[in-house]
């Protein structure tokens, strides 16, 4: 018998282009401002990709969950300080 453990974090996809990288929840949201670490390593990979994956933030070894959530928020504050026509990078 075959298991996939499975970590209490997000789904995400991940898809850079051009030098261009964002990160996606399930749903569309935009998740690029909380990650910020993800973009630069996807940005390194390659030139293009997609990836669906899943987003853990680990404290002690262990997943943390509100910790994955605090960054998640994070992202909301980011964007409200923005301009509007300012996109998420």
């Known amino acids: 018998m075959q298991f996939e453990q499975k970590p209490d974090g997000f ?3 991940v898809f850079a282009r051009a030098g ?3 990160v996606h ?4 949201t935009d998740l690029t401002p909380a990650f910020p670490d993800i973009v630069q390593a996807a940005a390194q990979l390659c030139e293009e990709l997609v990836l669906d994956e899943e987003l853990v933030v ?3 070894g262990r997943p943390h969950f509100a ?3 605090r960054r998640a928020r994070r992202r909301a504050a980011a964007q409200s300080r923005l301009p509007p026509s300012t996109p998420p990078s």
């Open 11 to 13: 789904r995400a996809l």
């Open 20 to 22: 261009l990288v964002r």
């Open 25 to 28: 929840s399930r749903q569309g």
């Open 58 to 60: 680990a404290q002690e």
């Open 67 to 69: 910790e994955l959530q």
